[in-house]
DNA sequence: AAAGGATCGTGACGAGCCGTCAACTTTCGG
DNA sequence: CCGAAAGTTGACGGCTCGTCACGATCCTTT
């Protein structure tokens, strides 16, 4: 009886080649650019599978072979795009050791990370309704998960004065998520000038900012 | 001819206190607030004018003698949300004569109207979808309408440091909403330290924040 | 290599929501 | 007190929704 058990139990192989495989996995990413966009253009909640499906060359029942719901291939985007940024803001905030560079290189991630593709940013900001309510936080979906674990390591070490972490978080993803959204309505296209805008600001306040030459003023 | 058209054109009186006019009013209100309820729990998107109605005890077909459509109630609630906020922020930030003041003072009255009635921000909140792309935009929203023109008029005025005007809303509003945020999950109650929070973020950066004393460190 | 089995794509289906409207009820004015 | 005006109601055709039984396609096994 082991016999059998041990025929079928170790696959031998996931053969990836298959074409079967294949479109599958190329449907897969149909779907999920399609919805990206969709999403984007519409918003989550006035966007319908059909229109997803509608995008595609596929049939609608197709839609659900792959997702069972609009909920899901939502997730998925979300998970994928948080995937990429995810480490990359870790990454970049341990390695700091500085107060100026956990919060100039945490900024510089995020707004190189929006510039380089508004729509996942948009994907997000126009979808903040279902989410609050019945799934994670735009924190998480945004990379910003292990900033509040990141910001009480900082404290811990010294590196921040010890300001309550929670309201800190808070205020830098305030900050991001709207000078972000100048980004993504074109009304600012420079990641290193809302960086250094940012940093800035958090660090030394208002009398810190990088100062504009008002007309009348300006030397000759 | 002229006769008649005297006759008709000077209206005898509004007459507001005739039962019909008031049942009138009374049914928009209830559609109001029966919105206001549905679109804080379902989302825009989510909710249809059915879901609405089904939470009066009016018929399907009366939603349209009051309003034309699911857009229509809902810029209904956010104008009538603006239209309590905007003066007092207005009021606020025009007497003013320092940038603590500013600044304190736009926090203040912002987070004391959400701590006021949680459900107009989180309405607000759930549903910049539809709204970034169709309607006006949240800092129209939330009251934040002129907050770009009062602090361009406080630069010129010498009370803040010649920055960009834009940028600082954008940081302004974002703090705001993010610290917001929180006072609609409970996790944050008192608008006081939201405000005192915020003001000295802005004013000094991180470093003038408010400390908490940290539990290894507390003086015996 | 050919057929049986498994997997996946398809579009038609019932359910439910949309905004409208003709008929009924209530209120106002004379 | 009655006719006109205004408001309310629920049922209706038109539409979109997610599902599912069927047929096509690919894989495997002998």
New binding site residues.
Partial sequence: MDIELIKSAPR?AP?PT???????AQ?RLTILEAARQVFAELGYGAT????IIRAT??????????F???EEVFQAIQDESALRIRPRLHEERAKASTVEEFISGTFRTFFEFVAGDHSNFRTLRMNTDTLRVRMDTPETIAGFEELREDLVGAIAKGMFPPVDADFLMAAIVGVAFELAERMARRELRDPATATAFATALLLGGIHALPTVTPPDIAAP
Same sequence: chains 1, 2.
């Fill in positions: 031998p053969k298959g074409k079967r495989e294949l479109t599958k449907n319908t599978v059909r229109d060359p596929l049939a609608s029942g197709t839609f659900y072979n792959y069972q719901s609009k």
